[in-house]
């Protein structure tokens, strides 16, 4: 699929954190769909095949690469949308490559040259979650390894940093700092708000929280928004205490989106 954000128009990256079988993740799709149409926002669907870095080993990680692309195949067809999933292993880059539009790099991972390279290599668009023990001029370097790889189809996330023990702030400077190396800046509403490890052997979370930081992050100046939603989250396989509610995404997306139309125009 041709894809191109960017520029004047705010784009969405949503689903459910993980896949949770083929027809829940597709309805989850569908609804998001159905609001970004209406709103005419681009969407790209997005779960993970794998969570591979759980609090717990106890904790659901997802049906694997294997299913997990089978499944993100079968929605991209249904849907008709691009797709993003994220890698842990060089070794994912290829084959995911072959369904998914964009790749991307968890945060713990984001200075993991070799992940880097793979992900470049493919030719997909590669979007890098800023890590949350990193400062926004460190994405610089990921950056320039990118480019050294032979890719400016980039795209960076701000998901917050490390702010003590099992907290998370935003630090609104950083989106200007990373927008200015040129690339389409995403804001993640959902995992800025998340706890991490604040729930013991899972991450916890404050979701009243996501659509003031998502409202800031509008008139700051983003190029898309990054949202974990479901159904219902407190069945939520993973993250579910930082996940938006699917019956409030559109009044948070309409909300996002007035601010977003005012400050592109400075």
């Known amino acids: 699929m041709d894809i191109k954000f960017g520029g004047k128009k705010l784009f969405l990256m949503a689903g459910p954190c993980v896949l949770e079988g083929l027809e829940r993740s597709l309805m989850i799709g569908r609804r998001v769909k159905a609001i970004a149409d209406r709103l005419g926002i681009p969407y790209i669907f997005k779960a993970s095949f794998d969570k591979a870095n759980r609090s717990s080993y106890k904790n659901p990680r997802?049906?694997?690469?294997?299913?997990?692309?089978?499944?993100?195949?079968?929605?991209?067809?249904?849907?008709?949308?691009?797709?993003?999933?994220?890698?842990?292993?060089?070794?994912?880059a290829e084959p995911v490559s072959r369904v998914a539009d964009v790749i991307q790099i968890p945060a713990f991972l984001c200075r993991q040259t070799d992940l880097l390279k793979a992900a470049a290599e493919t030719g997909a668009v590669v979007?890098?979650?800023?890590?949350?023990?990193?400062?926004?001029?460190?994405?610089k370097n990921v950056v320039e390894k990118l480019e050294a790889f032979g890719t400016r189809k980039i795209m960076l996330?701000?998901?917050?940093?490390?702010?003590?023990?099992?907290?998370?702030?935003?630090?609104?400077?950083?989106?200007?700092v990373m927008r200015s190396f040129g690339y389409p800046?995403?804001?993640?509403?959902?995992?800025?708000?998340?706890?991490?490890?604040?729930?013991?052997?899972?991450?916890?979370?404050?979701?009243?929280?996501?659509?003031?930081?998502?409202?800031?992050?509008?008139?700051?100046?983003?190029?898309?928004?990054?949202?974990?939603?479901?159904?219902?989250?407190?069945?939520?396989?993973?993250?579910?205490?930082?996940?938006?509610?699917l019956d409030a995404l559109e009044p948070l997306l309409k909300k996002v989106l007035a601010i977003y139309n005012v400050a592109k125009e400075f």
């Open 185 to 245: 800046l995403v804001f993640d509403g959902t995992h800025s708000v998340q706890l991490p490890g604040g729930g013991g052997s899972i991450s916890s979370g404050q979701r009243e929280f996501v659509e003031y930081l998502c409202r800031a992050a509008a008139a700051v100046g983003i190029d898309g928004l990054f949202l974990e939603v479901h159904d219902n989250p407190s069945e939520a396989l993973s993250d579910g205490a930082n996940m938006i509610p």
């Open 157 to 176: 996330t701000e998901r917050g940093a490390s702010f003590g023990y099992n907290n998370l702030v935003v630090d609104m400077r950083g989106l200007p």
């Open 62 to 92: 997802g049906p694997g690469l294997e299913e997990g692309l089978k499944q993100l195949s079968a929605i991209k067809a249904a849907l008709d949308v691009p797709i993003v999933t994220d890698i842990h292993e060089t070794y994912q």
């Open 127 to 139: 979007n890098v979650k800023k890590g949350q023990f990193l400062s926004p001029l460190d994405m």
